[in-house]
């Protein structure tokens, strides 16, 4: 097993606050990390850094072994790491259908080819099937904004899978979705899972949610890592659940 | 637009199209002449619409665009060179100006862009003026010849629209196809959400680039039309309010609407006219017009017709499901 993320000692602070406080781990090929922790703990902050939206203070992230701190958010989703927002992040006024071609078109070709080229950059096939695993099927042609929230919420992750990723980072996937789509989508990020052999790390506030669908699970606290373990190690930990989990 | 049947739309096309060729030949030399400062107007706006219609841009220095493409074909046409070789400088210069101005775009946004692209329009207008040397300053450039096309010269009116008219068909299909790429896509993506564009691997600071780029290039061309449709130039017309025009008229027509500058220049070119027989008044009643429009449909003109097609839609959809769902209880 190969490390895909590697994060060693990143630190992140805004004037006098210090977010991210020196948090180091790493993530293997084909595992789901949960990330948890108390609001305002620093996990979003993380993610940014990890990311490129935010430059650190201090520390390093290696992505397969090759150092891609600095990098544009651009850039290092082109190299196979994508993510979601925790709040929406759908393009409204374009069709669900539009949204995937969007979110798979800059990974392939050239710009030229892309002026050039097919409308639709040859995805439509692509997008299509994204669109039936994530049982979007009746919605392709909709405007995304015409979609209720949970809908908008699967074709928000739909499209943090199209270019193929190895590496998805997904803020709260299941923030704010009822329990008939919570299920659905906690099925379809573990098939996912298993059949691309794609590595998540997941940040979430519903439990079991992440403990169903987590091999390992990180808890932070006030901009540091406070445990990391399987998920019955972590929610059994004194400390996590002093500062978390509530007794 | 997408409820209309495609058969119809193109029969509407066609009878537009048609329209335009035949119905100016009846045309005196003055209304020749607004109808080819509409498509003229119209290209301009069309490449505004780019850079803040699809890509969010805001932009007011596209009437400096239409200035530098007018004084390049001003400039080369009077020295005996000929239209076409003009319009490829004027069209090279202003994609090159306009991606330079694309990059205060790269970290400022809104108003502040607004106020940095507004100082380039004034920056033109004194390069215009001042620069006696090159531009003939407020004396201006007159007796601009005016081209042969494959041996047809344009001297009169109605060859000339002719030329301005296909112009605007070949601007029209390439802005068309460009809207309709991933290019066009990854515009509106740059426009409705930059930070999640990014993260989807789109490039937003060449898109950005491109889209003043391109949006200024048209307005290069727009001016190079300008320039021999009237045969005397002078700083004056370029000045920003040029730029507030067409920006009125990207934003009455309907901004990121395809059609929306062909509207939005009609209104600006023509309604004054339209509204000429209330003599001193019209301009006031002009203003009103807009402003009232403004309040009923912040979107435009094609907004409202986007609103009644979207209701219309919305309203066939749900009696499909209430049909279908009758059915279903009927055993």
């Not at chain 1, 805004?14 to 293997?28: E, K, L």
């Not at chain 1, 290696?62 to 994508?82: A, M």
């Not at chain 1, 059949?195 to 540091?224: D, P, Q, Y």
């Not at chain 2, 033109?124 to 047809?152: C, H, M, Q």
Request: net charge positive.
């Amino acid at each position: 097993m190969t490390a895909v993320l590697e994060v060693s000692n990143i630190r992140k602070s805004f004037g006098g606050i210090t977010a991210v406080d020196g948090v180091s781990f790493d993530v293997q090929e084909g595992e789901i990390l949960g990330l948890i922790g108390p609001n305002g703990c620093g996990k979003s902050t993380l993610f940014n850094c990890i990311l490129g939206q935010l430059t650190p203070n201090g520390g390093e992230v290696k992505v397969d072994g090759k150092v891609v701190t600095g990098l544009r958010p651009s850039e290092l989703n082109r190299l196979g790491v994508s993510r979601t927002f925790q709040l929406l992040q759908v393009f409204p006024k374009l069709s669900v259908r539009e949204n995937l071609i969007l979110a798979g078109q800059e990974h392939q070709g050239s710009m030229l080819s892309r002026l050039f080229g097919p409308s639709d950059a040859g995805l439509t096939e692509a997008a299509d099937q994204m669109i039936g695993f994530f049982k979007l099927d009746h919605l392709a042609t909709e405007p995304a904004g015409g979609l209720s929230y949970g809908q908008q919420k699967l074709l928000d992750a739909a499209m943090a899978f199209m270019g193929g990723p190895r590496l998805v980072l997904l803020d709260e996937p299941a923030g704010g979705v009822n329990l008939t789509m919570l299920a659905d989508l906690r099925e379809r990020l573990a098939a996912i899972n298993r059949e691309k052999r794609a590595t998540f790390v997941v940040i979430e506030h519903n439990m079991e949610f992440v403990m169903s669908l987590c091999s390992r699970v990180l808890v932070m606290a006030e901009g540091k890592v406070l445990a990391m373990g399987r998920p019955d190690q972590v929610c059994a930990n004194p400390a996590v659940i002093e500062a978390y989990l509530g007794h | 637009m997408t409820c209309f049947p495609r058969s119809l739309r193109i029969a509407l096309g066609i009878i537009a199209v048609a329209g335009l060729i035949v119905v100016p030949m009846n045309f005196n030399r003055y209304g020749l002449f607004i109808l080819s400062q509409w498509a003229v107007m119209t290209i301009a706006a069309m490449g505004l619409n780019l850079t803040l219609g699809y890509a969010g841009q805001v932009s007011l220095a596209q009437g400096a665009f239409v200035g530098i493409g007018a004084y390049a074909a001003a400039i080369m046409t009077s020295q005996g060179l000929p239209l076409i070789a003009a319009l490829g400088v004027a069209i090279v210069l202003c994609f090159t100006i306009g991606w330079l101005l694309g990059y205060p775009a790269l970290r400022v946004q809104h108003h502040y862009l607004a106020f940095v692209t507004l100082a380039f329009s004034t920056l033109a207008f004194l390069v215009f003026r001042n620069e006696d040397w090159l531009t003939k300053g407020i004396y201006g450039i007159s007796n601009i010849p005016r081209p042969n096309i494959l041996g047809f010269p344009t001297n009169r009116p109605l060859p000339f629209y002719y030329l301005c008219l296909g112009s605007l068909g070949i601007v029209s299909l390439a802005v068309w196809w460009l809207i309709r790429s991933p290019w066009g896509r990854a515009f509106v993506a740059l426009r409705e959400n930059p930070i999640r564009a990014l993260s989807l691997g789109i490039d937003t600071r060449r898109y950005t680039l491109m889209a003043f780029a391109i949006g200024s290039a048209l307005g290069g061309v727009a001016g190079a039309l300008y320039a021999p449709l009237t045969q005397y130039i002078d700083p004056v017309p370029f000045h920003l309010s040029l730029s507030l025009d067409l920006l009125m008229m990207v934003i009455i027509g309907g901004a990121g609407f395809f059609f929306g500058p062909f509207v939005g220049a009609m209104i600006a070119v023509l309604l004054p006219e339209w509204l000429r027989f209330t003599q001193g008044y019209y301009l006031m009643l002009y203003a009103v017009a807009v402003i009232l429009l403004l309040i009923y449909s912040p979107t435009g003109i094609l907004g409202i017709l986007d609103r009644f097609l979207a209701e219309r839609r919305t309203k066939i959809a749900s009696a499909r499901r209430a049909a279908k769902s009758s059915l279903e209880a009927a055993p």
